[in-house]
């Protein structure tokens, strides 16, 4: 691939663990839908899965560009993002690929989302203005899924505050 192709707009789908079967979780599923439907919307180039293979063997980046693909995103539009294994790590290690784009647009549940734009932001202080944040929130029978996220990201922010990541 030539990394120094620049796109107009990329989407970049937060990891989140395969089931230990190695079928998609709910939550993969829900950030690729909306990412599939950001993708289309804006017309974009590129779509990124990101997350290494951090609670069992399977590499969430390849979950959710199966999904991807199987809801239409042409194949040779996905990229993969395997090395990470939180979120700053999702950011970090995709940079080569969204570096050159003109608006990036990053999909998880809400508070995630911006966290994510956060850490993308002080790697790259440029795409001010160019990064859009795009959560979602799960339907009503996985609304636990919304206050686990809630409170799980609010902890991240805390734990950002003391010690920033690397």
Not at 95 to 124: C, N, T
Request: hydrophobic letters at 35%.
């Amino acid at each position: 691939m030539n990394l120094l192709v620049a796109f107009s707009c990329v989407v970049i789908v937060l990891g989140y663990p395969t089931r230990d079967d190695g079928k998609p979780s709910q939550l993969q599923k829900n950030r690729v839908a909306r990412a599939v439907e950001v993708f289309h919307n804006f017309k974009c180039d590129k779509l990124i899965t990101t997350g290494g293979a951090v609670a069992n063997p399977h590499f969430e980046s390849e979950t959710m560009a199966e999904i991807a693909i199987q809801k239409g995103i042409p194949a040779h539009r996905v990229s993969l993002e395997k090395q990470s294994r939180n979120t700053y790590g999702n950011i970090k290690f995709s940079q080569d690929l969204w570096q050159r784009a003109e608006h990036i647009y990053i999909v998880s549940e809400y508070f995630h989302a911006r966290r994510g734009k956060r850490y993308l932001l002080q790697l790259d202080p440029t795409k001010e203005g160019k990064t859009e944040a795009v959560g979602y929130t799960p339907p009503a029978h996985h609304y636990w899924l919304s206050v686990y996220s809630f409170l799980y990201n609010g902890a991240a922010w805390v734990k950002d505050a003391f010690s920033p990541p690397k």
